[in-house]
Nanobody
Framework: QVQLVESGGGVVQAGGSLRLSCAAS????????MGWFRQAPGKEREFVAR????????LYTDSVKGRFTISRDNAENTVDLQMNGLKPEDTAVYYC??????????????????????WGQGTQVTVSS
């Protein structure tokens, strides 16, 4: 069993920054990739960013490109999401997720929630205007 625990959420003014962290624990952790998703009230969960565990290849949704940076620490089994230039529309619960089965290696699945198999409990990010 794999556990993912997010931290670092909070309340910040527009234009500010937050750094989210996701710590993976459980069985020896070997993931193809890790992703961040978010879900705002009344909206569906949406893809934010993904990083390939071995190569560090990254993928972002268009709305966060140039503002968010995903990174990983293989030794510590952590994945971070640095969020700069935050906007009120970034307000959501942010979730990290792991792809242990390798489903997201297919380009068309990289941003699909169903391709990720373990999820954290989420951390709230609120951006005030």
């Amino acid at each position: 069993q794999v556990q993912l625990v997010e931290s670092g959420g909070g309340v910040v003014q527009a234009g500010g920054s937050l750094r989210l962290s996701c710590a993976a624990s459980g069985r020896p952790f070997s993931s193809y990739a890790m992703g961040w998703f978010r879900q705002a009230p009344g909206k569906e969960r949406e893809f934010v960013a993904r990083i390939t565990w071995n190569t560090g290849y990254t993928l972002y949704t268009d709305s966060v490109k140039g503002r968010f940076t995903i990174s990983r620490d293989n030794a510590e089994n952590t994945v971070d999401l640095q969020m700069n230039g935050l906007k009120p529309e970034d307000t959501a619960v942010y979730y990290c997720a792991s792809d242990l089965r390798g489903l997201t290696v297919v380009t068309g699945r990289m941003h699909m929630a169903y391709a990720y198999d373990y999820w954290g409990q989420g951390t709230q990010v609120t951006v005030s205007s």
